[in-house]
């Protein structure tokens, strides 16, 4: 049986569309390299022009608008969360300090007890 919740991938031209954003990219970097003696200015745009040509067509490609849609719907869903005030904070914060002052309390004890259990009774050291 198929889930027909589960999406599945298969667009050719999807990663056709990356593999040219990421040679522009690459495009980009090596033009900036390449062009060592001309001015700053002159790798920059040749950089950036790299990038954005890899951007916009990342953006364009079907990946890229899922990748955007998801963005959206997360920047949505974190404006619906509820944030505790401070006076929840430091309270949450406090009982989670005790907590762990009881356990580490507890541990020691406990690690006391096995020592001298170990020690002093089943191998009689002093």
């Keep these: 049986m198929s889930n027909p919740n589960i999406e599945t ?6 990663k ?3 593999l040219l954003a990421a040679a522009f990219v ?7 390299y390449a062009l060592s003696r001309e001015a700053v200015y002159v790798r920059a745009v040749a950089l950036f022009a790299g990038l954005a040509l890899g951007v916009v067509i990342v953006l364009i490609s079907g990946p890229g608008k ?3 849609g998801f963005g959206r719907e997360s920047y949505r869903e974190v404006r619906k969360v509820v944030w ?3 006076k929840e904070s430091m309270q949450t914060t ?3 300090f005790g907590f762990v002052l009881l356990m580490a309390a507890f541990m020691w004890i406990a ?3 096995i020592e001298w259990g170990v020690f002093s009774l089943i191998l009689g050291w002093k």
């Design 9 to 14: 991938v298969d667009e050719q031209g999807g």
């Design 16 to 18: 056709w569309l990356l």
């Design 26 to 32: 690459v495009a980009g970097l090596i033009g900036f």
């Design 66 to 68: 899922r990748f955007v």
């Design 84 to 86: 505790p005030s401070r």
């Design 94 to 96: 406090g009982v989670v």
């Design 111 to 113: 690690d006391k007890l």
